[in-house]
């Protein structure tokens, strides 16, 4: 594939053009190649740089296989005498790739030069090295700055949903910096390692969570939100194990490339970006008011089974605390603001070439009160000391800032369920001017937004050194250096004017480190035989380290909530609440040997062998090192000569298949746990926890894939698809051991899942005019996840409980909802004509109760009668893009897509519970209220015998599909002519909507949410809502 | 040359490579102990008791209320769950307090101090060192008593697990056997306990009158009252017990380390247990006192007000943990310290042995002790009889009054044979299989060794 066929490639004005200069030019030769007459004549043009148009000069242009030769002149223009007509011109400068074109009877040639860093021939970034994309047998998809650039988000991981073929990414929260779930080709492991690894510029980096603080769900960090999305070259997945097998151990779960942009030899490029913009909720959810509320409570008093007085101070208006009518969205979100600045400078000479840039971001979340701030700063350096050697760093520091909400934390400490669900006669003020901080059990969550504390700060710096040596021409060693250091604080308070007891108060403080490091080195080996035999080979071995620190407090009893350093506590402990101790370091290792070797006839017939072999000191002594292999072939039939080139110009098939692994467990399982720290009052006390298994080891994932690329009427349409089954054995899994041997479970290597599916990705030129084109681009993703096995003493009635809301179960796949199926509300006490009561002994299902589908006809609703009731697992999911260029105008449309998928609305669940006095949705209003009532929506009962809130139903069960306009971009590029008459190279100004629109029919706050990271998938428990943003930005470069 | 070089940089590369392999994948733990690393010295055996202990109150947190009185007459429930399926006797293997993981998590914490604090001492004879294994041994034996008063034949298991190679699917084991050994045990701990502890340990550690407490509730659940009023009288001549005062009755569970109380299971801020959430959330609490309980006060007695909520017609709270007035509706958990026995249980228990063998003269004292510090007048023979029936019924009573909540009523109402007198009118439970708790299904189904209680089948 070459350089037009790229979805991704940039459409900006001057750039399409060279494009379509070179389609034109490309096919004209086509035309002509076969009226080629044997003839000679002198051959005369023009020689311009691709992007700018301007004429370059010194160009060296000689005839292949023949002796003449000349340079260009000063204003780019040549001329050869005696060339053949159907000679082949060569093109050359440095700093530009060499072009051949043929002549094909022409006596004119005008030709435009690319610079190498846009090389026609692309390439891609794939584990230790690059390759050129059209030689690729494995499957990889390929994110470019172009695209990046038209999103205008802050972090990677979001920029890419939506745009990768294959990779599903969603929210688990809206708040900036969060943690997003990705999964690539579908979920492989029960043990939650189901992400994947990451490696920035050939680093394998941290990128889990490195949060301590309230670790609950849906509210960890994003720690590639560390990385300016404005330094990024190029993402590249690495999807099947041709691809991912030479990082092993750690690619089942597919490998995320991120390359930084470095310098070029050539004059200092200086850009300036500037954005701002805002956010704000995208769709508010409707709540009962005071009137309604308090009706809702004494009907549900009303409705016991022996009716009872309702809690006097609910309805008490006159009382000081509840004679309020707030609406708790409007005092809690907001439309916040964000801007941000990048700066980059980027050149270099012969010998050294530089990329250095620095950035702020400053972006509001719109819960009040939210924020986070990030200054990255970042230096990409190479030298050349000798013709053969040659050295480098990177080295990118990070200082972020993220004032977090208590989005998702437990029961009254989540802003966002309540806000929600917290009843609106709840005052915000009382008489004599105070915050209503608590009353009822619940604290006020706009007291929690604006005074309790919940901050993160980090420090991250990512860097690597390299030694390049060429031992002779084709043999390069290569050795680099790399660390991965982050130190993180955390502070947490939570005053006393949000507690019921007098000087009450919490607060809490974390610090952390996480020093990873490593080493690699390699020997790599590339010949060219005869023109026709390409061969190519690696052999290295990396050494890899990772130490985990933390320390910690937690203090209580501050005598003021103005002093929130734990010296003020007047009680300090090193337990967290579940009385684990919050200090605590742990290592762990890794040794890898690696190799590949590949061959390929005239980019023809295609292969390529990849082994590594991981030795990781968590499994067992016995067990440590794993063995990774992949194969894969290629086969170009669109060079062949039976085959015509007219229609399909060109056309390749591709196979591979491979192992990877996933060592994603505790550092010390294998040797079993004596945990210090369990202590009894302010005693010190140690305890068993861990049953060592040294038999344990790695998951093992073996990977097929078959792709086919096809390029149609010279590429002005693309096709690529993948087909892939992933089959993962010896899961690692806790296994439920029985507990009279005092431990709950043991870690053990069982069980196996699959994942098949298909991917498809389509780009077409719709139009290509100099003034006006529309190109298109779209991706579809099938996935389809099974659990083949499980261990049989592992089933409770054949199957594991995954949480609340999920089972595991053999020939289903993870994340299907387990639970009583809700058919509807009895409109009276005579429809419940079996008689139907809750459990065998309980209560009549009467009038405005829920009819429970009784599964097995016992006429008892029991746990028996539970059944699947949703698939959290899409159907398809992708994107859909469009550019569209117009003069110096141009526009990205982008949509993204998931069908099919269900959603467990643990949220929607809450607002409808009256349990805790809970508000109620608006839905509510259409509540069952007398014999005969028709309606879907139960009556509310107090103190509810027949659990009609709390039962895991299909109630709550909502179709997740969407259709969302994820990204508008419209930029408009100044004039060459008139930029540089004031001393600019470039300027651009762009506007860009996030999020703007979402079809679908899911009631909560938006569909791409996902609460829980790890398997339990699907679940809306009440995340920060994703927000709608518009940002206005400009680019000047100078 | 470049052949050479290129030779020589492999050569390197694989000495270095494969010189530090093996000790480069070694990795110790720094923060803990690998599991077979522990028990090195003295202080590595106190810390392992102090970690039985830390079980001790996840097993109680809530657990004492739910088996002590969660079937019995004084409490009345709107909670779904576990609260309302036992006071309707309801139970079902679903049910939380089904589950008996908690109590084998103090029990293997035991038994691996039990094997290994003899390793770390050189002579038998310290005094650290027994005891040491004789808390362990006593707090196994207490984890076992409830146990068999949940379940009736439980695994008895007296071996650390530290491998996978062992058999690790036990079989349930007679009860008279579990008892005996738990007699075995407590024993050893009233030979070899300390006396007293003062300071942060004073009650919250096992000590040879908390054994002996233990041995007194033992032998009466054995009917073995001869032995049950031994154990007693050495707890009662202890110098370190004696009966609060009535205005610091509250006390004993609202502050905790009252001279009354013989061994309770301590938490503070931290280590938190469920006791607000049990008995004084208000509306939402497990428990509210039944009605059948707030008839059975004879008049003027001083406990009543300190027992329960009297300013409202229904009440929801129970104000014995809290202190008078408590009101609050917060789900917080609380950190008063558990109290499992104290000096008036082994009174009343006392009273009842000497009641069993006829021996009134020496019960009623007992009996009256109790009563008049609650403000109530001396009983005797025939005043007991007329008011309760028999004078081991009256003690009965007492007991109900005396330490309700506590977590004694229900094993009070099996022990004395009259569970179906009093709970029959209430939920129709008649069957004596039914006197057990069912075995857990998440228990059953990790170890098919394990049967189902027959009522429950």
Known sequence: MSLETNPKISLSPKRNQAIIRWVALVAFNFLLFHSVLAQTRTVSGRITDGQTGLAISGVSVVVKDGAQGVSAGQNGEYSIPGVADNAVLVFSILGYSTQEISLNGRSVLNVSLQSSSNEIEETVVVGYGRQKKRNLTGSIVSVNSEEIEKTALQDPISILQGRAAGVQITSNSGAPGSEMTIRVRGSSSLNSGNNPLFVVDGIPIESGSMSNLNGTEGFGLNPLAAINPGDIESIEILKDAASTAIYGSRAANGVVMITTKRGAEGKAIVDVNLTTGVSELTRRLSVLNATQYRQAIIDSYNNMDNPEEPFWTILDSLSATNNGDVDWQSELMRVAPQYKVDLSIRGGSKTTQYAWSTSYLDQDGIILNSNFKRLTSRLNTDFNITDKLKIGQSISYTNALNNRINAAGAGNLSVIRELLVRPPIMSMYLPDGSLNGYSLGRRNPVGIAKYATNLNKSNRIIGSQYLEYQIIPDLIFRSNLNFDFTSMKEDEFMPTILDYREGYNTGAVRSSTNMNWGSESFLRYTKTVNQDHNFGALLGFSLQSWRYDRTGLNGMFFPSDNIRTLNAAGTISNKDANGVDINVASEHAMLSYFGRASYDYQGKYLGEINLRSDGSSRFGRQKRFGYFPSASVGWRFSQEDFFNANVVNDGKIRFSVGKTGNEAIGDYTSQGEFVVGANYLDFSGAAPTVMPNEGLTWETTTQYNAGLDLAFFANRITFTTDLYIKNTDDLLYDVPIPTTTGFGSFMQNIGSIQNRGAEFLLTTKNISREKFSWATNLNISLNRNKVLSLPENLLTNGYIQNGAYHILQEGLPIGVFYGWRFDGVYARDEDNVNAITHGALGPLFKGGDPIWHDLNGDDFITPDDRQIIGMAEPKFFGGFGNDFTYKNFALNVFFQFSYGNDIYSAINQERNSIVRYNNLSADALNRWREQGDVTNYPKPVRDDPKQTDSRVSSRWVEDGSYIKLKNVNLRYTFANSLVNRIGLRKVDAFVTGTNLITWTKYTGFDPDVNSFSGLRVGVDQGSYPQSRMFIFGLNIGL | ?457
């Open chain 2, 1 to 457: 040359m470049k052949n050479t070089n290129i030779k020589f940089l492999l050569f390197t590369l694989i000495v270095l490579v494969s010189s530090c392999a093996d000790s480069f994948l070694d990795k110790e733990p720094i923060s803990g102990f690998s599991a077979k690393g522990f028990y090195k010295n003295a202080s590595d055996a106190q810390a392992g008791v102090y970690g039985i202990y830390n079980s001790m109150q996840s097993a109680f947190r809530q657990n004492f209320a739910l088996w002590g009185e969660g079937r019995a007459d004084a409490v009345s429930t709107n909670q779904a769950g576990d609260p309302l399926a036992l006071t309707q006797n309801d139970l079902t293997p679903v049910m939380q307090s089904a589950r008996w993981d908690n109590l084998y998590t103090v029990i293997s914490r035991a038994n691996y101090a039990i094997k290994y604090i003899p390793q770390v001492f050189d002579s038998e004879e310290g005094t650290l060192r027994n005891q040491l294994i004789g808390q362990a041994r006593a707090l196994r034996a207490i984890a076992y008593f409830y146990a068999v008063r949940v379940w009736g034949d439980v695994p008895l298991i007296v071996e650390p697990f530290e491998s996978v190679q062992q058999d690790i699917f036990s079989t349930r084991t007679n009860q008279e056997a579990v008892l005996d050994m738990i007699e075995e045990d407590l024993l050893y701990a009233s030979t070899y306990c300390a006396d007293n502890y003062t300071g942060a340990r004073n009650r919250v550690i096992l000590t040879k009158g908390g054994a002996d407490a233990f041995l007194t509730q033992v032998y009466m659940w054995r009917k073995k009252y001869q032995d049950a009023i031994d154990a007693a009288e050495r707890v009662i001549e202890s110098p370190y017990y004696s009966l609060v005062s009535m205005q610091d009755w509250n006390k004993i569970f609202t502050d905790g380390m009252s001279n009354e109380s013989i061994f309770e299971v301590g938490y503070n801020e931290i280590q938190t247990n469920a006791l607000r959430v049990i008995y004084a959330l208000g509306s939402d609490s497990y428990y509210f006192p039944s009605l059948a309980f707030r008839s059975t006060f004879e008049d003027g007695d001083l406990r009543r007000t300190r027992i329960y909520d009297v300013t409202q017609t229904a009440p929801r709270k129970i104000w014995k943990f809290f202190g008078e007035g408590f009101n609050d509706e917060s789900p917080d958990p609380s950190s008063n310290n558990i109290v499992l026995v104290r000096l008036a249980d082994i009174i009343l228990l006392k009273a009842e042995a000497h009641a069993n063998l006829n021996e009134p003269d020496l019960a009623l004292p007992l009996l009256n002790q109790i009563r008049r510090r609650a403000g109530l007048d001396n009983l005797d023979l025939s005043g007991s009889t007329a008011l309760y029936g028999d004078l081991a019924s009256a003690v009965l009573h007492e007991r109900a009054v005396e330490l309700c909540y506590e977590g004694h009523r229900w094993f009070d109402l099996v022990r004395t044979g009259k569970v179906v007198e009093v709970m029959g009118p209430i939920n129709e439970i008649s069957d004596t299989r039914n006197f057990v708790w069912p075995i857990h299904e998440d228990i059953i189904n990790r170890n098919p060794n394990i049967d189902q209680n027959e009522f429950y089948k």
